[in-house]
């Protein structure tokens, strides 16, 4: 089965892992981002749309209006509708929800109006990072924290302006352009588990053990593949290496907890984004310890 029919068919359950089925995938598929970086933020690549809508899901806004992600704050005059809103949820709501996600630098998917599992990654991403306990449902805190947001916690006082910060901690990514936050996005990192697995690999079966950690530290951005590329432990889709084997992937599968073998896993629609706005070289920051 194709991977963009896979994406359409699969279902979501917010009991463990998101499976993004509102996204169709295709490793040729041109993306542009409606904003245009700082010039101290020269690492990142940005590209900028030649229409009037971004193709960006989650950038772009409504009828042709970009929304640029980090850009909104706590006196943008932003008004909670305030109703509650479930996973499935339609309406003049979500897409309000969506379109300041998006502003805050949370890629909610496309801002259509419809509570999928690209807003639910985005909205689990935005309670983290204000501390309120991830959910699918947005109620009364989700809304009151989006009216007076917090800004991610730095995790490297004296960083680039330009850099990747992981924190482990709350299971978040957040890459700064130019020192203002550019992308904010929920992920899964290494289980810490224990592993042997069987794979045939370079044309034989052979045995792979090894400890599932995203280890912390300070790395860079090197090499990276477009699409699907298959390693030994499974499918990264669009990876950026940044230590060794370990990348920023997307996945079918970023539940809540710690899952991966050691590599940061992405929602898709997020790992479709990325590549654009993540250079190589790029400082990348590993930092915390997530707690069961």
Known sequence: MGVGRRLRTAALTTAGAVLFSSVSVSSSASWAVAATAP???????????????????????VSGTAVTPGTASAGSGFAAPGKTLKLGAKGAAVKTLQSRLAALGYLPGRI???????????????????????????????WTALEAPRAPRVLVTRGKPTRVEVDLTKQVMVLYAGGAVKLVSHISSGSGIAYCETATWQGRTQRFCGNARTPTGDYKTTWRRDGWHVSYLGQLYNPIFFNGGIAFHGALSVPLAPASHGCVRLPMHVAEVLPGLLGTGVPVHVRGRFVR
């Open 112 to 142: 259509d109006g419809r509570y999928g599992g690209a807003t639910l990654a985005a909205v689990w991403a935005f309670q983290k990072v204000n501390g309120i306990r991830p959910t699918s449902t947005v109620a009364r805190r989700t």
């Open 39 to 61: 010039a101290a933020a020269s690492a990142v690549a940005v590209t900028t749309a030649t229409s009037g809508t971004s193709a960006v899901p989650g950038i772009s806004g």
